[in-house]
Nanobody, 125 residues
């Protein structure tokens, strides 16, 4: 069984930064692509970013491109989301997820099979 635990959320002002972490259990972390999604109040869950199993390929939603950076450390079974220049519309619960296969770094949530419990990010003006 795979467990994903997010951390690093909190309250930050517009223009500020946060770094989210997602720690994964299990010995096969490095074999799978990982992604970050978010869900704002009253909205559908949306894709944020994804990274291949080796970290050499990344993919971002247009809304965060140039401001957010996804990375991973396979020695620590952890994936990160560095969020800079935060906007009020970035406020959401952020979830990490493991892709069903190693090479999938797309935006389709159905292609991710394990999900964390989420961490709240609040951006104040």
């Amino acid at each position: 069984q795979v467990q994903l635990v997010e951390s690093g959320g909190g309250l930050v002002k517009v223009g500020g930064s946060l770094r989210l972490s997602c720690a994964a259990s299990g010995r096969t972390f490095s074999s799978y692509a990982m992604g970050w999604f978010r869900q704002a109040p009253g909205k559908e869950r949306e894709f944020v970013a994804a990274i291949s199993w080796s970290g050499d390929r990344t993919y971002y939603a247009d809304s965060v491109k140039g401001r957010f950076t996804i990375s991973r450390d396979n020695t620590k079974n952890t994936v990160y989301l560095q969020m800079n220049s935060l906007k009020s519309e970035d406020r959401a619960v952020y979830y990490c997820a493991r892709a069903r296969i190693a090479y999938y770094i797309g935006a389709n949530g159905a292609e991710y099979d394990y999900w964390g419990q989420g961490t709240q990010v609040t951006v104040s003006s």
